[in-house]
């Protein structure tokens, strides 16, 4: 029973993982609503069957099916890591489904908001190496809304309401700057939105766990820089653009992946150990 949910807890990961990959490969003004799974040279819309995760690139090979062109290598793995690291958030939430409480639902929940924001966020980043507003407004919105019922639950939660609004608090201000930065300079300040991604990653992890984090990230981004230098030096590139390229470290990348696997880490140690 445990093997086939994760199975199809995979496939649901790898669905989400596959869709973010052909959502900002193709056009990543696209609207979700009026997105299409196209192929990302050719724009040919896929059929149900061109899109299924992992099975569609094995049986084509990887490549489209109607211009032949290779789809990448890079949108397997994410698909795999994304369904490897949602089978791994379930499980490591201890739910049993015959004796579940509300309160590892409303967790559950919790966990997922939270994995679909930070996922998608990560894949913007690594693409075009900016924070995407929008989803990071639906993270915040779907954690204040779990908040609530925590502050109304307060008995059983523990839940401490004076530091979260004093995030929500911090977070408004942040969005406050950041417009007022968008006007006065009309361009985004990557700074201001790692700042912005950071409160509202605080508010969902414990904050020695934030702190576990900040470290990581820094050590990653640091061998992220040392990569693409080598990575430059081995090219022997004179383009000025690919110079530009290298020195943009993915910050955001690393703490959106960083704070997922820290968030599996702790909820199995406290639920299943
Ligand atoms: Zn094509």
Redesign the pocket.
Known sequence: MNIILGIIIFMLGACLGGVFVNLFESDYNTSILKFKVC?P??K?KFKLIDAIPIFSYIISDGK?K??G?SIGIKSLWIEVCTGALLTLGYFSMGINFKLVTTFQLIKLIEFLCMFITLIIISNIDLKIHRINKKILLFGIVAQAAINVYYYLNIEITNFSYYRYVLYLIMTISLFVLDIIYQKRIASNSYVIDIVLLLTYIITTIEYELFIVVLLNTLVLSLFNKLFNKVDYIKNDSTDILKEVEQKKINVGFWLCINTIIISIIENYLMYVL
């Open positions: 192929c040279h050719c040919h489209c109607y211009c062109k």
